[in-house]
């Protein structure tokens, strides 16, 4: 069995990943969060053979005394992290809280690493955010030119890995995917929120009107990506993980309407744009179609109708819980 520590486990990509290394039964996991583990409703593998899955709640900014115990003991030959403060629009309430997790906390962690001799991979999940607004080709050597606080955390994370493994036999490998959706996130986002609100009765709010282009990429396809990477990458590079083409936010928003039988025009509402909203992330994954032979497989049509259908389904114990970003210092 291969070792494999996934670091924030409770976000909706890392319990994704672990499903999908539990449903591989190669691996030995440990998932590591700083809440406590979450439901089924959004913790998918929880609905597998755990034998193999352990648990510990760990936060990164104040317990790395008790990781570098964890990691003495279970000796991952590979690291997968999740972990970040990552929302954008609040990252201008607490900047220093998105740059103490992403950046401060990270470079705390990888100095604890960086020459484990037990590690064949780290794979660090970042962000196409830390490239602005994407124009053109966008390729993995593109610009840093982000635009938000949380943004400009991520890109320090990333420099700073990228010195770590320069120095030293860090095997450092870096992700970019766009944004990611599917059964099981989280319900504040865009395509279970639009589906929430049509069932709650309540409205849509666009900012900009919807009208920013996002690449939007099921989960389990980027999970995939991600074990590609994790098993296959090479040390010091970055890939990225896209579909073929963007789409509109408020046509995301109209699909989910005609899907349910919801008039767009009385679901939406337009508001102004949000602060530091770039208009479209559209990037290049040529690198990882040709080096892992990767592709996105799921349609996005396929995907939002799986997500409209398991909202509809869980929607009594959806219903119980908050439909907005709560922040955690």
Same mark, same amino acid.
């Given at each position: 069995?291969?070792?494999?520590?996934?670091?924030?486990?409770?976000?909706?990509?890392?319990?994704?990943?672990?499903?999908?290394?539990?449903?591989?039964?190669?691996?030995?996991?440990?998932?590591?969060?700083?809440?406590?583990?979450?439901?089924?409703?959004?913790?998918? &593998?929880?609905?597998?053979?755990?034998?193999?899955?352990?648990? &510990? #709640?760990?936060?990164?900014? !104040? +317990?790395?005394?008790?990781?570098?115990?964890?990691?003495?003991?279970?000796?991952?030959?590979? /690291?997968?992290?999740?972990?970040?403060?990552?929302?954008?629009?609040?990252?201008?309430?607490?900047?220093?809280?998105?740059? #103490?997790?992403?950046?401060?906390?990270?470079?705390?962690?990888?100095?604890?690493?960086?020459?484990?001799?037990?590690?064949?991979?780290?794979?660090?999940?970042?962000?196409?955010?830390?490239?602005?607004?994407? /124009?053109?080709?966008?390729?993995? +050597?593109?610009?840093?030119?982000?635009?938000?606080?949380? %943004?400009?955390?991520?890109?320090?994370?990333?420099?700073?890995?990228?010195?770590?493994?320069?120095?030293?036999?860090?095997?450092?490998?870096?992700?970019? %995917?766009?944004?990611?959706?599917?059964?099981? #996130?989280?319900?504040?986002?865009?395509?279970?929120?639009?589906?929430?609100?049509?069932?709650?009765?309540?409205?849509?709010?666009?900012?900009?009107?919807?009208?920013?282009?996002?690449?939007?990429?099921?989960?389990?396809?980027?999970?995939?990506?991600?074990?590609?990477?994790?098993?296959?990458?090479?040390?010091?590079?970055?890939?990225?993980?896209?579909?073929?083409?963007? /789409?509109?936010?408020?046509?995301?928003?109209?699909?989910?309407?005609?899907?349910?039988?919801?008039?767009?025009?009385?679901?939406?509402?337009?508001?102004?744009?949000?602060?530091?909203? +770039?208009?479209?992330?559209?990037? +290049?994954?040529?690198?990882?179609?040709?080096?892992?032979?990767?592709?996105?497989?799921?349609?996005?049509?396929?995907?939002?109708?799986?997500?409209?259908?398991?909202?509809? !389904? #869980?929607?009594?114990?959806?219903?119980?819980?908050?439909?907005?970003?709560?922040?955690?210092?």
């Amino acid at each position: 069995m291969k070792k494999v520590l996934v670091i924030g486990s409770n976000s909706f990509s890392g319990s994704d990943f672990i499903d999908l290394l539990l449903e591989k039964s190669e691996y030995e996991v440990v998932g590591i969060s700083r809440s406590p583990e979450k439901s089924a409703l959004f913790l998918p &593998y929880k609905q597998r053979d755990l034998s193999f899955f352990r648990f &510990y #709640q760990i936060d990164l900014n !104040r +317990d790395l005394h008790l990781l570098k115990i964890i990691l003495s003991e279970f000796r991952p030959e590979y /690291i997968v992290n999740f972990a970040a403060q990552s929302e954008v629009a609040p990252s201008w309430e607490n900047p220093h809280h998105w740059f #103490q997790t992403n950046a401060v906390a990270l470079t705390q962690l990888t100095n604890l690493i960086k020459d484990a001799p037990y590690l064949k991979r780290y794979v660090h999940i970042s962000s196409p955010e830390v490239y602005g607004t994407c /124009i053109g080709n966008v390729k993995e +050597d593109a610009p840093l030119n982000p635009s938000t606080p949380y %943004a400009a955390s991520k890109a320090a994370g990333d420099l700073s890995l990228l010195a770590f493994e320069k120095n030293f036999p860090f095997p450092l490998s870096l992700i970019r %995917a766009t944004n990611v959706y599917g059964t099981h #996130q989280q319900l504040f986002k865009i395509i279970p929120r639009t589906a929430i609100y049509i069932m709650s009765g309540k409205k849509i709010e666009l900012h900009g009107g919807g009208h920013a282009v996002k690449s939007y990429i099921h989960i389990r396809d980027v999970s995939y990506g991600t074990l590609a990477v994790m098993e296959s990458g090479r040390k010091g590079e970055i890939y990225h993980f896209s579909p073929d083409n963007g /789409i509109a936010v408020r046509e995301v928003v109209k699909t989910i309407c005609q899907k349910m039988g919801a008039e767009f025009s009385k679901i939406a509402v337009e508001t102004e744009e949000r602060l530091g909203q +770039d208009k479209a992330y559209v990037i +290049d994954s040529t690198k990882a179609r040709s080096e892992f032979g990767w592709k996105p497989r799921i349609e996005l049509s396929v995907g939002i109708e799986q997500t409209v259908s398991w909202v509809e !389904r #869980q929607f009594n114990l959806i219903s119980k819980e908050p439909f907005q970003y709560i922040h955690v210092a």
